[in-house]
């Protein structure tokens, strides 16, 4: 009999990260009736957590990850109505983030935050399909404008992206 010492943990361990995310998804499901649900993916507590209070003051539901595999995961399993997805995470960037929600046929509205201001970053992020973004420090009054903009454009108003800067 061959010996699984390391596989067993790997999968038990996986198994368990399953059912923990899924119960969190539930939960997501039942606490967030009626209300516009919001992924925040940054990997600075202090961000999530300010994002986190400031969204929740205003009416919506709102679930936090810190990194693109954990933000890929509620996706894969949950239903959102937009993702505030910062640039930078220790995983991946946020365009790769957005390329495989995009890949998967995930047309959820997606702002980008970034501290990063090249014109290059921003258009490749733009073509992959994001609906917005701002730039590092965000203004809360302005990200609340974005949110609601991006939701509109969703459910069929035509608006386009805010020209680059």
Not at 69 to 94: H, I, N, Q, T, W
Not at 97 to 102: A, E, F, M, P, S
Not at 131 to 152: D, H, T
């Amino acid at each position: 009999m061959e010996k699984e010492s390391g596989s067993q943990p790997s999968h038990f361990s996986d198994v368990k990260l399953q059912q923990a995310t899924q119960k969190i998804r539930d939960q997501i499901r039942e606490e967030s009736k009626g209300k516009l649900k919001i992924l925040v993916v940054d990997d600075y507590p202090l961000a999530r957590s300010m994002y986190e209070e400031f969204l929740e003051s205003k009416g919506f539901s709102v679930i936090t990850a810190s990194t693109g595999e954990e933000a890929l995961s509620f996706l894969k399993g949950g239903s959102f109505d937009l993702v505030l997805l910062d640039y930078r995470l220790p995983d991946m960037d946020g365009v790769q983030v957005l390329r495989i929600l995009r890949k998967n046929s995930k047309e959820i509205p997606v702002i980008m935050i970034t501290s990063n201001n090249l014109k290059d970053t921003i258009e490749q992020a733009v073509t992959e399909g994001i609906s917005s973004y701002l730039l590092k420090p965000v203004q809360m009054n302005l990200l609340l404008e974005r949110i609601q903009q991006a939701v509109k454009k969703e459910s069929g108003a035509q608006e386009e992206p805010p020209p680059l800067v």
